[in-house]
């Protein structure tokens, strides 16, 4: 089986940075997804990162560390849209194309 | 087009009724997926259609009845449904899951009376 381990909720003021971590226990991993979910909408793709290292898009990025089994997303300039749930998601070998969405982070900006 | 449709975007039926779920997809994706979503709580696996097979069930009732006609056309039947099935029900396609993600319909809302 697969597990995965984020914050619940996170809060932070206009143009600060935060960072969400997920760490993730599966069989045959092949890579770490995030994606963004605002409220009454569905879930979109933000990232993927199959190898160790940062991926940036914009004020997005996502690091992976596989030996650690864990990730994260960090998110620059927050603005206020960035408000919504997080979630990271694991393909692995169980799975096959399905991905197994971790329990999701609220993230909060204020002004 | 690189959209998913999910129609009806509502739907509100009875625990007798029987109602179906369509989803459409034309980006020639080779994986077409159902989710359930509670309120705050993630999207949770429910069918996986691979090249029009189904190859993952996740032990889902049996009063959940997926149908993939052809490659772009994703349908989940409903029958008996009870109370605690009221969720947002969504379907994603995918080419490569990883790199390029799912692409998420926007979901049906569903209410069981």
């Known amino acids: 089986g697969q597990s995965l381990e984020q914050p619940s909720e996170v809060t932070a003021v206009e143009g600060a940075i935060v960072q969400i971590n997920c760490t993730y226990q599966?069989?045959?991993?092949?890579?770490l997804s995030w994606y963004q979910q605002h409220d009454g909408g569905a879930p979109t793709f933000l990232s993927y990162?199959?190898?160790?290292g940062l991926e940036e898009t914009g004020r997005f990025s996502s690091f992976l560390s596989r030996s650690d089994s864990y990730g994260y997303l960090l998110l620059q300039e927050l603005q206020m849209k960035d408000s919504a749930s997080y979630f990271c998601?694991?393909?692995?070998?169980?799975?096959?194309?399905?991905?197994?969405f971790g329990k999701g982070t609220t993230l909060s900006v204020s002004s | 087009d690189t959209e998913v449709t999910q129609t009806p975007k509502h739907l509100v039926m009875g625990m007798t009724n029987k109602k179906s779920l369509k989803c459409e997809q034309h980006?020639?994706?080779?994986?077409m997926y159902w989710y359930k979503q509670k309120a705050k709580k993630p999207p949770e696996l429910m069918f996986v259609y691979s090249y029009e097979k189904l190859s993952i069930n996740e032990s889902v009732p049996s009063r959940f009845s997926p149908e993939c006609p052809n490659s772009s056309l994703l349908n989940l039947h409903l029958h008996a449904l009870q109370p605690e099935d009221s969720a947002l029900y969504l379907c994603?396609?995918?080419?490569?899951?990883?790199?390029?993600?799912?692409?998420f319909g926007s979901g049906t809302r569903l209410t069981v009376v």
């Open positions: 998601a694991v393909r692995d070998e169980q799975a096959g194309t399905a991905l197994i």
């Open positions: 980006m020639g994706h080779r994986a």
């Open positions: 990162n199959a190898l160790d």
């Open positions: 994603a396609s995918s080419q490569d899951p990883g790199k390029d993600g799912y692409t």
């Open positions: 599966t069989s045959g991993f092949y890579g």
